[in-house]
């Protein structure tokens, strides 16, 4: 709720956010969500962009977030056209004790990687260091809000539980978009950002919980795995703790790092965490050309 909580602040009142070359807006995807206090009202509308329902004529039976996602594709895209909005920052709140993570669907989007370098070099929490996920299945099978813009970035902040907002989390949030603009505003007055090397996490895939055949689950996260996003995890290790009282260990080959561990939202998706490999990059300079 800390998203809700500083939109609904910045539409009454908008100051923060100005800036000299930048034009924000702030806005809620899912009213009706936040209004009745859910996620959703009949699915995921971060996963109701999908090419087919944004080209789909309105049906009476849609889901509410599949008229919904028509709607914002209407005002901020059409995705993909010269019309699209410039950046979309997505704002996001998780159960996991991710800190503060930034996710980018492509390492080729400069712009959005150099922005998670600037975060990560002037945030103002040192106490809890930007980690920044590259999702490169959000390019190949777009289907979230931030694949409406000509780049964009999700800020996943927390851990803080659904329906609630937590002083530090918002806190940092707004200290993250506020930071973010100052970025957008340096770029577009010409500031030339230089090459960088930089460490990031790449998504491999989704680990479920066990489950039986009727699809309940036999285990939890294991007490050594709980709370340890992006923390290595080796070959042998721990993951669950089934309620038979056995462990599942990690039966890779490699060192794998989690993130999304015992995401309250992802039980209905099946995931227990994401799993994901540590990669470096090399990002080349950017600087925005006037002529």
Known sequence: MAGVYLVRHWMQDPTELGRTTVTAEPFLANHMAVKKRVRYIGQDLNRSFEEITLRALDSENDTYEERRAREINQHYGPRGSAGACDFVIDLHNTTANMGSTIL????????????????????????????????????REPCSLMTLGKHAVVLEVGPQPHGVVKADILNRMRALVK????????????????????????????????????????AVIHPKLQDKDYLPVNPGDPLFQMLNGHEVLYDGDVTMYPAFINEAAYYEKKVAFIKMKRVGYSVPAIRLNHE
């Open 104 to 139: 980018i669907m492509s390492p080729d989007d400069h712009i959005a990687m150099h922005l998670s370098n600037y975060l990560q070099i002037h945030s103002v929490d040192s106490s809890s260091p930007c980690h920044v996920i590259i999702a490169r299945e959000m390019t």
């Open 179 to 218: 930071c973010s603009l100052d970025f957008i505003d340096l770029y577009n007055q010409g500031a030339e950002f230089p090459a960088f090397g930089m460490e990031a996490y790449e998504v491999l895939e989704r680990v479920d919980y066990p489950r039986d055949a009727a699809g309940h689950l036999l």
